[in-house]
């Protein structure tokens, strides 16, 4: 064998191999792995990737899933839990559940990036926490958890660097992005904060990124989805087969009585000792300073209700409230409360947001909650009520009028 | 301007492989560019000490120069005379600025020393070695270009393998036959692919994926549980496919450039006992030592009669090479006990060998013993890196 035959069956297989991953990663095709069950699994999986991802979103959606956006009250699964009430009633819909513990307004605003075809003139529930609202917002460390390239470049090649809206976004991104970070992207977002549109090489760059980004989604995102449906099945069995609101709500209470043994505050069993929240006298008035209504989270807050004033999303927002017991013993601010409540709602309904189920005043009922500041038994119950009329019956098309004052510090500080 | 972790991102392979083919195709037409060789070793070092990490740039220069003249010196010593002072003082200098590196943080809150950089420990090996070497007189002329090329080999800087100076000479002097250089390069491709199986597939399974979630699981629980067991086999698997694929793609590279850097891993876990582990995990460090500590401990102590028993003077040797070893890691309470560790489980197991020698006909030994061996020794070990990973601390001290 000659020198170059010897060569090339050394050196062959790398370059086919290199041949082969350009070509998967660049082709402009779209892989569709997801199957029903993939998409039911990811509904319940509350997963990093599954959130920053952006393929199996879309295809949920389109098979009849509804977004349901918040944080950790999601997983709280007991039998109350939308996903539960959905499954065990057939209802017509079914919650996809975005959100887990540290996942705020700012990390939402970048996810829809991801589905803003699938939310286009459709509905969704989004479950608004108070604690999200502490004065600097995201912390650092959670917004980079989250942080998808996907959906940032997505966001990047479909940005307006004219509008408030967007150049208040890139800032925001910038302010949060930790060191070391994508230098492209934060360059981009530099550019669309100083209000200049990034270039045309720009954009042909990004969108090639993009398209590598797709097919990783497309190719990797259903690896290892957690399986929760168990869990969910599980909790169905516990339901009468006969949907009433008043006998679930009965049941509610002797499931959370069960449930709230071991403390006189109504908290989870499990929650009280994995926290160790009998600390003797550890918590008292430990929360006094905490501060939910002057925050730079509203006009994070506004970026996303910007987004589904832009698709036509119908939104159901849910207040929750946080266990007054609780709240009184470590000395948060009922007025503090109040005036969070009351400032979220006023940004809603002043741009059109009418479907507000505020139920920030609601923490003293037993067993609403299933803990300090999440949502269990009754308060799912409660929110039942709400959810399934708004997704199940037809809703008039909403009229959303904008106000880019809500991205200021006089509304953040208000 | 950028830094590079090495091997950390498919961007720098690729730029690896970009400026070595001219390399490639010289040594396939038997030929060397050194000039260009050691151009794109400074490339690549300015690469990885650049930017942000520009001040361990400097150190690393520093560094240099102040073991290269250490060597130098010692060499121009020896070649005269060879007095034990003298020696014991040159390698007391040599590791002195690895020493200040490493107890540093010990003493000030765990606050970096100033003159560290990526790869202190790996230079200092190949440093000492040499000043022992030139000692024992197998080293016997001082050549400044070619320590600084064994020094400064860029594949192998921040991480090993840990290569020999006269090893190492032989094939950068020599260039490698067409017929064999394509061996080479055959071999160096499997070793990166394997490298890349390993550390960006397995090693992301275990480390980046598997081991968070368990580890949380392990703290939130607390003290004893099953978690914590099953942090002990995550974490093992992490730390060898994470290193072995390093030590892969290092090795794979130098064999691009006609270098045959030795290997550092081969199946450790199917050892049948700690002393066939230590032959098989991070085989150059371990061997390092055992060449450079142990044996010269050893020969030392039997040279002065200081201890009669044969037994005692190697169980001695032991202790000072693991205890070593863990100090080396970092000067922490895990280290030090994860080379106690070692030693212990060393001497129980040289213990048993004797009491399996003397009694050879009593004691079976079939496949079954030999899959127990195994077993054990795996179990063993993994316990060992559990008090290595340092998670024992973060779950019991903070």
């Known amino acids: ?414 | 301007m950028v830094s590079f972790q090495p091997y950390v991102n498919p961007i720098y392979f690729l730029y690896l492989i970009a400026f070595l083919i001219p390399i490639i195709i010289g040594i396939l037409n038997g030929k060397r560019f050194r000039v260009y060789e050691t151009i794109i070793s400074l490339l690549f070092i300015c690469l990885i000490f650049g930017g942000p990490k520009l001040h361990e740039g400097f150190n690393l220069i520093l560094y240099i120069i102040f073991e290269v003249l250490m060597i130098g010196l010692y060499m121009r010593y020896r070649s005269k005379h060879n007095q034990t002072w003298v020696f014991v003082v040159a390698v007391l200098l040599a590791i002195s600025p690895l020493s200040i590196v490493k107890i540093t943080p010990a003493i000030n809150n765990g606050i970096p020393s100033i003159i560290g950089f990526l790869g202190i420990s790996y230079l200092t090996f190949k440093a000492v070695q040499m000043i022992m070497e030139s000692r024992d007189g197998s080293i016997k002329k001082f050549d400044l270009m070619l320590t600084l090329q064994f020094l400064l080999f860029f594949p192998t800087i921040s991480s090993g393998p840990i290569d020999r100076y006269r090893r190492f000479v032989k094939d950068y002097q020599n260039v490698p036959s067409q017929e064999k250089y394509l061996e080479m390069l055959q071999k160096g491709i499997f070793y990166i692919f394997q490298g890349f199986l390993y550390k960006f597939l397995l090693a992301y399974l275990f480390g980046t994926v598997l081991l968070p979630p368990i580890a949380h699981a392990a703290l939130q629980h607390g003290g004893m549980s099953w978690a914590l067991v099953g942090y002990m086999y995550t974490y093992s698997m992490d730390l060898f496919f994470d290193f072995a694929g390093y030590s892969l793609f290092a090795v794979g590279i130098s064999y691009f450039m006609g270098i045959e850097t030795p290997m550092n891993f081969n199946k450790p876990f199917i050892s049948h006992n700690i002393k066939d582990f230590w032959n098989r995990w991070h085989m150059t460090l371990s061997f390092w030592f055992r060449d450079y500590v142990y044996m010269r401990l050893v020969f030392f102590m039997m040279k002065h009669k200081l201890i009669k028993s044969r037994i005692t003077t190697a169980i001695v040797g032991y202790f000072a090479l693991f205890l070593l070893m863990g100090f080396w890691h970092g000067v922490t309470w895990y280290y030090i006990a994860y080379g106690l560790f070692h030693a212990i489980a060393i001497v129980i197991n040289d213990t048993w060998l004797r009491f399996k020698k003397k009694h050879k006909g009593s004691i079976p030994s079939n496949k079954l013993t030999e899959i127990f061996a195994i077993f054990i020794t795996f179990n063993v070990v993994c316990l060992s890196f559990l008090i290595f990973s340092g998670f024992l601390d973060k779950l019991f001290f903070s």
């Open chain 1, 1 to 414: 064998m000659g020198l170059k035959k010897k060569l090339f069956m050394i050196i062959g297989p790398v370059i086919l191999a290199i041949i082969l991953i350009v070509v998967i990663l660049l082709a402009p095709v779209k892989y569709n792995f997801s199957s029903a069950k993939t998409e039911e699994k990811a509904a319940v999986s509350q997963s990093k990737n599954i959130l920053g991802g952006s393929v199996i979103r879309q295809q949920a959606l389109e098979d009849g899933y509804v977004p349901f956006i918040g944080s950790s009250e999601y997983s709280r699964m007991d039998s109350m839990h939308p996903s539960v009430l959905a499954k065990k009633y057939n209802r017509s819909y079914r919650p996809f559940l975005m959100g887990t513990g540290g996942t705020q307004s700012l990390t939402h605003y970048f996810d829809l990036q991801g589905i803003k075809d699938q939310i286009k003139n459709k509905k969704a529930v989004f479950i608004v926490s108070p604690q999200w609202f502490v004065p600097g917002g995201v912390s650092k460390q959670a917004f980079n958890m989250f942080y998808s390239p996907l959906q940032t470049t997505e966001w990047l090649l479909s940005a307006n660097a004219k509008t408030e809206s967007d150049q208040y976004a890139a800032k925001r991104f910038i302010a949060l992005m930790s060191d070391g970070g994508n230098e492209s992207i934060l360059k981009a977002m530099q550019k669309i904060a100083d209000g200049e549109s990034l270039s045309g090489t720009d954009t042909n760059i990004f969108r090639m990124k993009l398209t590598i980004l797709q097919h990783e989604d497309e190719l990797f995102s259903g690896f290892s989805v957690p399986n929760r449906m168990q869990l969910i099945d599980r909790q169905t069995r516990n339901l009468p087969a006969k949907y009433d609101l008043a006998t679930l709500d009965v049941l509610a209470g002797r499931f959370g009585a069960k449930g709230t043994t071991n403390n006189d505050f109504g908290i989870q069993n499990s929650y009280w000792t994995d926290r160790h929240l009998d600390g003797k006298g550890k918590f008292a008035g430990k929360q006094a300073k905490l501060n939910y209504d002057r925050s730079v989270e509203f006009s994070d807050f506004q970026l996303v209700l910007n987004q589904f004033s832009k698709e036509h999303t119908n939104v159901l927002f849910i207040i929750p409230p946080v266990n007054k017991r609780w709240s009184e013993y470590t000395g948060l601010s009922a007025e503090m409360l109040k005036n969070n409540a009351t400032k979220i709602t006023e940004q809603l309904k002043s741009q059109g947001f009418d479907h507000v189920a505020d139920f920030s005043k609601r923490g003293n009922e037993k067993y609403f909650m299933a803990d300090t500041i999440h949502l269990g038994w009754k308060g799912w119950v409660a929110v039942d009520r709400y959810v399934n009329p708004f997704l199940t019956q037809k809703q008039a098309k909403p009229d959303y009028h904008m106000d880019d004052y809500y991205y200021s510090k006089d509304w953040q500080q208000e």
